[in-house]
């Protein structure tokens, strides 16, 4: 892509590399053989230190929602800066009032009865939060997640996720378990939807019969799973899941980190797909645009589990993340940017499915929206995972100006999650690109 002047910052990529080596965790990572230093970002593109242009199909990791440096939004935030970063919750502000007003109002359409929210920075905070209040309010403390799921880097939010790589840090929480995703293309059962007759969904029922005490506190899974390789379940998955969990107590807790804020087309949260009604959303990265921000909202009867006992968060709340956040609620509306989610995400999944048709590296295409992937393979038949080829793709990619994201146990799994601003003619870019850089894997793999 075209390059833009972009003032070079005062460290080069080796410096920085240096000292990240020298001054960061070994476990902070990165992404490609030759790390790009983003500078600047402009709606859907980012531009490096040398003033390279790339499209940002993975949306710094599904966290820019409306676009890098909105211009709806910057101005709000600057002006909120200038006038009052912090005084915490303890202190009233208009922002996070008018804030946890316009988010119920948003949640309406996933179920009426979610009034209440508090605020985070982050993802894993905001399922903590949920964790902590579906054992008040049920008075139990065991929980059903997912295989393939991801819920954060805390050590609750590490019980729950169901995927080893992401697991580290014995003892985890006890008292978690984890049920079969509707993952088609690997069915645990090896079966074949819909004469499966969706036995992984029933599954759950088992696992709270045979692992658990048989009452459970709650049962959480992102409609769409992320970091797992964009599981889209099939239209049946969750009203299964949501009536077993209800038949043993539980709290269904919908984790809309990613899918939320019309990321999947059309509706504000994900699970509006599968219609069920979440007792609990929670939310993070597309809900600030870049702004450390999460949350959750729950209904005003398991909010009212928390009435008497204490639960403070020293940033949740701030003033400049509530204007952020409520800067992004207004884009969305005003832009409609969901319903482009829907037209240009399938615009997107036609092209990946032409691709498909073509590579045959390629083994599965799925997602909604612009939550879309595809999934790589050395062979169709057994399905062997092609990770290598995956990093290499990635890597093809971003020297051509796409920066996509990978996912799945095995990391074979190409992530596109664009910013929802993005056009068609960025989707042609998208997939012209793809091509290319897949006719070259194939080749040298050959």
């Known amino acids: 892509m075209a390059k833009s002047t972009v003032s070079k910052m005062s460290l080069s990529t080796k410096e920085i590399a240096e000292l990240r080596a020298k001054h960061l965790l070994p476990s902070t990572m990165t992404y490609f053989t030759d790390p790009v230093n983003i500078v600047k970002g402009e709606m859907q593109y980012v531009y490096d230190d040398a003033g390279k242009k790339y499209l ?197 807790i919908a984790d809309e980190v990613q899918t939320g804020f019309g990321r999947t087309g059309d509706k504000f949260f994900g699970i509006e797909h599968w219609g069920v009604k979440p007792d609990i959303i929670t939310m993070a990265k597309g809900i600030g645009n870049g702004a450390p921000l999460g949350g959750i909202i729950a209904t005003t009867d398991i909010a009212e589990s928390m009435r008497g006992k204490v639960h403070f968060n020293t940033y949740g709340g701030n003033p400049v993340s509530m204007a952020a956040g409520l800067g992004v609620l207004e884009v969305l509306e005003k832009y409609n940017y969901a319903h482009n989610a829907t037209v240009v995400g399938k615009y997107i999944k036609d092209k990946l499915m032409e691709l498909m048709g073509r590579h045959k590296i390629i083994g599965d295409v799925r997602g909604k929206g612009l939550m879309l992937g595809f999934e790589l393979v050395k062979d169709r038949k057994t399905k062997e995972p092609a990770a290598k080829e995956t990093l290499r793709i990635m890597d093809l990619a971003k020297d051509r100006g796409l920066l996509v994201g990978k996912g799945a146990m095995a990391g074979n799994v190409i992530r596109i999650k664009p910013p929802l601003c993005i056009t068609k003619d960025d989707a042609d870019f998208i997939y012209k690109t793809l091509d290319e850089c897949l006719s070259i894997v194939e080749k040298e793999t050959k």
Not at 61 to 78: A, E, M, N, R
């Open 56 to 252: 940002d199909g993975f949306s710094a990791v599904v966290t820019i929602s409306v676009g890098h440096c909105h211009p709806d939004i910057v101005p709000k935030i600057q002006a909120q800066v200038a006038t009052l970063q912090h005084m915490t919750t303890l202190y009233f502000h208009p922002n996070i009032a008018l804030y946890a007003k316009k988010m119920a109002e948003a949640a309406k359409n996933a179920n009426p009865a979610l009034h209440v929210s508090f605020f985070t920075n982050a993802g894993c905070e905001a399922n903590e939060l949920a964790a902590i209040l579906a054992k008040n309010y049920t008075k139990q403390m065991e929980f059903v997640a997912l295989r393939h799921s991801f819920h954060g880097r805390t050590l609750m939010a590490m019980s729950l996720t169901g995927q080893s790589v992401w697991r580290h840090s014995l003892p985890y929480v006890f008292g978690v378990y984890h049920a079969p995703a509707g993952y088609c293309y690997r069915c645990p059962f090896a079966m074949t939807y819909p004469s499966c007759d969706m036995a992984c969904a029933k599954e759950i029922e088992g696992v709270i019969k045979y692992s658990s005490s048989g009452k459970i506190a709650g049962f959480i899974a992102e409609p769409i799973q992320g970091f797992g390789g964009v599981v889209d379940p099939p239209k049946e998955y969750f009203k299964i899941a949501y009536d077993i969990v209800k038949k043993y107590g539980g709290v269904f």
